[in-house]
């Protein structure tokens, strides 16, 4: 099983709304990331996580926080978000450690705040 | 910081035929991993090759290959027989302890 699935698909928000992102693989990887893609963008890293451990923040800001309750699944818990939010997120795992191995993508959550 | 430079943010190519994307990118690492990654319209992103920095050999894979040129450092795609099927949005990616795209190539085939 080679595949990285990501729940929902679409998701319309509004800013006062909380909700997750969800993840999963089955690859038996050790490191998860979460991107954020704009159209015609390359993807912008978010968070990695190694062995189920937050390893990497890019300075996001808090109304994102992520969670990998175990070594198949990366959450994205979303609070308060602004319509600059609106994105394609993206998933990905890969062996570890992270960055020296190909990462294998979902589908994305293309993610709309109203 | 790494910054990794794609100069071409759209190209085409006949089908059949061949197609260069160039990649430059900046480090003062010495070992690092490159990467291409396609990612087809509403498609996953998914990997073309990937290269390892301390390797002088440069990786293929079926009709993908590259020229990597450590020194000037520099990572260009070569696509030969192009099919309908390759055209998407390329990124190229240097990867250390994180990965970093490049702003991507849009290629076109053209039947």
């Known amino acids: 099983d080679t595949e990285v699935t990501q729940t929902p698909k679409h998701l319309v928000m509004g800013m006062t709304n909380k909700k997750s992102l969800k993840c999963e693989q089955h690859?038996?990887?050790?490191?998860m990331y979460w991107y954020k893609q704009k159209a015609k963008k390359p993807p912008e890293l978010m968070f990695v996580?190694?062995?189920?451990?937050?390893?990497i923040n890019e300075s996001v800001p808090s109304r994102f926080s992520p969670e990998c309750p175990n070594s198949s699944l990366l959450n994205l818990h979303l609070h308060a978000l602004q319509p600059e939010d609106s994105a394609l997120y993206l998933c990905?795992?890969?062996?570890?450690?992270?960055?020296?191995?190909?990462?294998?993508f979902g589908p994305g959550t293309r993610l709309t705040v109203t | 910081a790494q910054t990794v430079t794609q100069s071409q943010p759209e190209m085409s190519v006949q089908e059949a035929e061949t197609v260069t994307l160039s990649c430059t990118y900046d480090?003062?690492?010495?070992?690092?991993?490159l990467f291409w990654y396609k990612q087809p319209p509403s498609r996953q992103m998914i990997l073309v090759i990937r290269?390892?920095?301390?390797?002088?050999q440069n990786a293929t894979e079926n009709r993908f290959s590259v020229n990597f040129q450590k020194a000037a450092k520099s990572f260009s795609l070569k696509i030969s027989d192009s099919q309908l099927g390759d055209a998407a949005m390329y990124f190229c990616?240097?990867?250390?302890?994180?990965?970093?795209f490049g702003p991507g190539t849009s290629l076109s085939v053209i039947p």
């Open positions: 990616a240097f990867s250390y302890d994180k990965v970093i």
């Open positions: 996580y190694s062995y189920e451990k937050l390893s």
């Open positions: 690859m038996g990887h050790r490191a």
């Open positions: 290269q390892e920095a301390y390797k002088q």
């Open positions: 990905a795992s890969s062996q570890d450690p992270p960055g020296k191995y190909e990462q294998y």
């Open positions: 480090t003062s690492e010495s070992d690092y991993y």
